[in-house]
Nanobody, 125 residues
Framework: QVQLVESGGGLVQPGDSLRLSCAAS???????MAWFRQAPGKERTFVGA????????YYSDTVLGRFTISRQNANNTIFLRMNNLKPEDTADYYC???????????????????WGQGTRVTVSS
């Protein structure tokens, strides 16, 4: 079972940028990977996903144009670059791996079976 470990969270000011990383303990090169987030007192929501080859990415409307997902399959790592952060981006951020290989970036949360422990991002002045 592959394990996922997120890192890079922290406290930043509005307008700042941050890059999160998600390191996998095993090979993820054939799996679509995604980022989700959960704000305090709210349900977990989809942020974005990147397909196995890195040639397709899909984002939620709330982060489109500000966040970018990338991956380095050679290092079994994915990234979430977040620009122009807003207070409403404050949340615990989780990376996730789809259950089946070569999946679409537009699948539902239940299609992801491996989750990291999360990294906290706080955007506040």
């Amino acid at each position: 079972q592959v394990q996922l470990v997120e890192s890079g969270g922290g406290l930043v000011q509005p307008g700042d940028s941050l890059r999160l990383s998600c390191a996998a303990s095993g090979r993820i090169s054939t799996f679509t990977m995604a980022w989700f987030r959960q704000a305090p007192g709210k349900e977990r929501t989809f942020v974005g996903a990147i397909n196995w080859s890195g040639t397709d990415a899909y984002y939620s409307d709330t982060v489109l144009g500000r966040f970018t997902i990338s991956r380095q399959n050679a290092n079994n790592t994915i990234f979430l670059r977040m620009n122009n952060l807003k207070p409403e981006d404050t949340a615990d951020y989780y990376c996730a791996k789809q259950t089946r290989p070569f999946g679409s970036t537009r699948l539902r949360p239940h299609d992801y079976s491996t989750w990291g422990q999360g990294t906290r991002v706080t955007v506040s002045s």
